[in-house]
């Protein structure tokens, strides 16, 4: 990874002005050079993003975040059927 991260620092953009994953078996490419240390370590290292309701994980913190918003984890559920109650009650 470190030897990555120097990489992509003394990567220059192609002619889209794009950057390029350095993995030698990839074609990704970044209009933001810090994406791809993102991508780098969800892709070609393996790290993942734990949901912090459910079992899920995720590629990275912005599928983790959209997951968030639609989670079935125990909680959601707990604050939907308690707006159902008071729903009701009144
Ligand atoms: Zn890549
Ligand atoms: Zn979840």
Redo the contacts with the bound molecule.
């Keep these: 990874m470190q030897s990555v991260m120097r990489t992509v620092r003394m990567m220059e953009p192609n002619q889209d002005g794009r950057f390029q994953?350095p993995?030698e078996m990839?074609s990704?490419t970044f209009t933001i050079r810090n994406n791809i240390y993102q991508?780098?370590k969800a892709?070609?290292l393996g790290v993942k993003v734990p949901c912090r309701k459910c079992d899920s994980s995720f590629k990275d913190y912005n599928a983790m975040n959209k997951h968030m918003k639609t989670c079935n984890g125990k909680k959601v559920i707990y604050f939907e059927k308690n707006s159902e109650i008071i729903r009701n009650y009144f």
């Design positions: 994953c993995h990839c990704n991508h780098y892709s070609h």
